[in-house]
């Protein structure tokens, strides 16, 4: 099924997205914006979800569905498609920094230029209601307020 919002912003909603489970405790609460428009995106984000779900130190708890819109930054591009993950975790801030950067890669990400085409994107939006503004690690996430690419499935989330 699909929800058209105006002329550039669709919703997906597929398999797995949206996903609603409760948390265990004693775990770290990590909101997770993905990405992507390269390829079979859509099913790209069925086999991050499995990935995600059976990793031992991750467990999905939500999803939101997926928007399409169009790209930023760079715009000579296909349109994007992303979502919004909540999951919990037992890895520490950076331990999931490097976790997202591996499994970036494990879903054939490159990185060729800033805001350039690309299978996957995983940006730490928050972690537990740490905060942090290290070199290579931001927390909340610097510019998540400003792009519909966020707010919307987070809007979507927080309704659930």
Avoid: C, W
């Amino acid at each position: 099924m699909r929800r058209v919002l105006n002329d550039s912003l669709t919703l997906f909603f597929i398999r797995f997205y949206p996903f609603k489970r409760r948390k265990k405790a004693k775990r770290h609460i990590v909101t997770l914006g993905i990405g992507g428009n390269i390829g079979d995106v859509k099913r790209r984000f069925k086999k991050l979800f499995l990935y995600l779900n059976s990793h031992p130190k991750t467990r999905v708890l939500k999803t939101s569905p997926i928007l399409k819109n169009p790209p930023f930054g760079y715009l000579n591009q296909p349109d994007f498609y992303n979502a919004v993950i909540i999951l919990e975790s037992s890895l520490s801030p950076r331990e999931f920094l490097k976790f997202a950067l591996h499994t970036e890669k494990f879903f054939a990400r490159k990185r060729e230029f800033k805001n350039s085409p690309r299978t996957l994107d995983m940006d730490i939006i928050f972690f537990d209601k740490i905060e942090m503004n290290k070199k290579d690690l931001k927390i909340p996430h610097p510019k998540y307020k400003e792009r519909d690419s966020v707010m919307i499935p987070l809007k979507f989330l927080k309704a659930v």
